[in-house]
Nanobody, 120 residues
Framework: QVQLVESGGGLVQPGGSLRLSCAAS????????AQWYRQAPGKQRELVAT???????NYADSVKGRFTISRDNAKNMVYLQMNSLKPEDTAVYYC??????????????WGQGTQVTVSS
């Protein structure tokens, strides 16, 4: 059984920073693709950032230059550093992983989400 648990969300003022963490646990062989999504009230879930096994990051245009996705393969951790936060970044942020387990093929797993609120 694989689980993803996000942490690090909270309330921050515009222009501030937060660092989200996603901890993957279970019988994990590798995290082939890790992504951060977000969903604001009344809106569809959107892809924010992607990092692959080769550590090539991709970002939504709305966060380029402000957000940085990274990973620690040894710890099965994925991070999202968010700088210069704006009120429109307010959303529930979800971690998603395409994970290869010790005994099975690659499957997709979601975390439970962490709330980020940007407000003065």
């Amino acid at each position: 059984q694989v689980q993803l648990v996000e942490s690090g969300g909270g309330l921050v003022q515009p222009g501030g920073s937060l660092r989200l963490s996603c901890a993957a646990s279970g019988r994990i062989r590798s995290i082939d693709v890790a992504q951060w999504y977000r969903q604001a009230p009344g809106k569809q879930r959107e892809l924010v950032a992607t990092i692959t096994t080769g550590n090539s990051p991709n970002y939504a245009d709305s966060v380029k230059g402000r957000f940085t996705i990274s990973r620690d393969n040894a710890k099965n951790m994925v991070y999202l550093q968010m700088n210069s936060l704006k009120p429109e970044d307010t959303a529930v942020y979800y971690c998603y992983g395409a994970i290869r387990t010790m005994t099975g093929p690659v499957s997709g797993y979601w975390g439970q989400g962490t709330q980020v609120t940007v407000s003065s």
